[in-house]
């Protein structure tokens, strides 16, 4: 299997390289160039399978280019040896006759970005060994607060890395601040920046445009990277829930192998979504993919209209890590749905840079539709829905969840379709408690409470434990204190791989 730009203005590369560059030279996104498809048979073998093993054989036909020992070590280390608390990695939990949940949230950091950047890592070191690049490589990171925790867990200790974490000082939880400021590992550092998110983004940004400054690097045996979710190593390996959550309902006798089953997804970046439009490519038997947004409804607008427009108003809600205007994972599939008209796509692109927009033909919004649903919830539905589903299921579900959760209903009440439904959970409600105590808990005990002392109440009240990795935060050793201006990033990066 090779890979090609959405933009046809790069080389054809192995899965190796397109995992060592993150982003195609043109500026385009790596996709595959050719089709897989997996029979009946294949998805019905899965069911014996455990997740490991599942993740493995669908992770083979796009890693050609890694031998079956190397890919089973991959597998291993990521999701293996006790790093996912529930054994199965993504249990799927049946809540009605018609419809289960999908948990993403058993990793290190309880967010569903550990299942890609768990893995991420494994990839890009045997990527190296490959390509013959003999530098130690950086990742560095701007994160408003999930993906930064979850990049230093995958990365701690992996060796020939380093990585470097800046996050807004005053712009993340306190649950978020100290899951990075007491991260344990070698080659981790992590920097509070006075400054928002965009700031920190900038500057990281800066430093990769930076051509003096990679050379300087270079000499000295350091090449920076990136571990963001336009890197294909870390679209590939959220392919494979989608195809274990299918075989679990077969194997339980809730649907029948060949049934076509919807997925509801909260959808930021496009990336979770779009893994499920890839496995429905390669034969997953899935009737629509439902993309759920928040206020931040640049998607909704889209697929319901054919135009994507960033020129709106931007809004921070109660499930932040979807409140984005650029989806980038969007041009993937634009490009799978055109039949890989790389010169559409730059366009398209092109306008999306310089006037914020772009329309698509009618004929491709057609397409669009046959697979993709939409709408989004307002922050007061957002908690409604949290409250509703724990009254009425017993369930206890984090902000994003019930994002896909409400939009859910809406999709059932315009359509009358009543078939067998998927909503993907993409972050432990002890990860948002502040929002969830909210919803369920009486106004009294949540006032003046801090986020720690609101995780005990939850857990108490709910009879649901306290995830691992967040239940002795307040007691770890601060290990990352540094501060700098919003203008040192760059100074701070050299300071700390050149000293
Ligand atoms: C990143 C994230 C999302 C959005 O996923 P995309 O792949 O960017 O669409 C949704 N929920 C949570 C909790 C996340 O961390």
Redesign the pocket.
């Known amino acids: 299997m090779r890979y090609e730009s959405t933009r046809g203005q790069s080389p054809i590369v192995t899965a190796a390289e397109a995992i060592k560059k993150g982003i195609a030279p043109d500026g385009g996104l790596f996709i595959p160039t050719e089709k897989i498809y997996l029979s009946s048979a294949e998805i019905e073998n899965l069911c014996s399978l455990s997740y490991l093993e599942r993740a493995a054989y669908i992770l083979k036909y796009f890693l050609t280019d890694f031998n079956e020992a190397e890919i089973t070590d991959c597998v291993a280390k990521a999701y293996g040896g006790g790093k996912f608390s529930s054994l199965e990695v993504a249990p799927v939990k049946q809540l009605t006759r018609n419809l289960a949940v999908l948990e993403l949230w058993h990793g290190p950091t309880c967010?569903?970005?550990d299942m890609a950047l768990q893995i991420l890592p494994q990839f890009l070191v045997r990527s190296l060994t490959k390509t013959g690049e003999t530098s130690e490589i950086v990742i560095l990171v701007a994160t408003s607060g999930?993906?930064g925790k979850a990049a230093l867990e995958g990365f701690a200790d992996v060796p020939g890395t380093k990585i470097i974490v800046f996050f807004p000082e005053k712009g993340v939880s306190e649950v978020q601040r100290l899951q990075m400021v007491t991260q344990v590992g070698k080659n981790v550092q992590v920097v509070g920046v006075q400054g928002n998110f965009d700031d920190a983004q900038s500057g990281v940004k800066e430093v990769f445009s930076d051509e003096v400054f990679s050379a300087l690097l270079a000499k000295n045996n350091f090449q920076l990277s990136s571990a963001n979710?336009i890197n294909w190593g870390r679209l590939v390996p959220q392919i494979v829930y989608y195809f274990s959550a299918y075989a679990d309902l077969v194997k339980d006798g809730r649907v029948k192998n060949g049934q076509s089953i919807n997925f509801v997804?909260?959808?930021?970046?496009?990336?979770?979504?779009l893994a499920g439009y890839y496995a429905k490519l390669m034969g997953l038997p899935i009737n629509r993919l439902i993309c759920a947004s928040n206020a931040n409804n640049v998607l909704t607008d889209f697929i319901k209209t054919g135009t994507y427009s960033r020129n709106r108003e931007f809004y921070k809600t109660n499930?932040p890590?979807?409140d984005?205007l650029i989806?980038s994972?969007l041009e993937r599939l634009l490009a799978e749905l055109t039949g890989h008209q790389a010169e559409k796509i730059s366009q398209w692109m092109t306008e999306l840079k310089n006037n914020g927009s772009y329309t698509v033909d009618a004929e491709l919004v057609g397409f669009i539709q046959e697979h993709f649903w939409s709408d989004f919830a307002t922050n007061e539905e957002t908690l409604q829905t949290i409250q509703k589903v724990w009254g009425d299921l017993n369930y206890l579900m984090?902000t994003?969840t019930a994002v896909a959760m409400n939009v859910l209903e809406k999709y059932r009440n315009t359509t009358g379709d009543n078939s067998y439904t998927v909503v993907v959970s993409?972050?432990s409600p002890f990860?948002f408690n502040g929002s969830v105590a909210q919803a369920i808990l009486d106004e009294k005990i949540v006032a003046e409470k801090s986020e720690f002392e609101l995780l005990k109440e939850l857990s108490f009240y709910t009879n649901w434990p306290i995830p691992e990795g967040l239940r002795d935060l307040n007691h770890l050793k601060v290990l990352h204190q540094r501060v700098i201006g919003k203008d040192e990033i760059g100074k701070a990066v050299k300071e700390i791989l050149l000293g």
């Open positions: 967010a569903f970005k999930d993906t979710s997804v909260p959808t930021g970046n496009f990336g979770n979504i499930s890590s979807m984005i989806s994972n984090d994003h993409t972050a990860k």
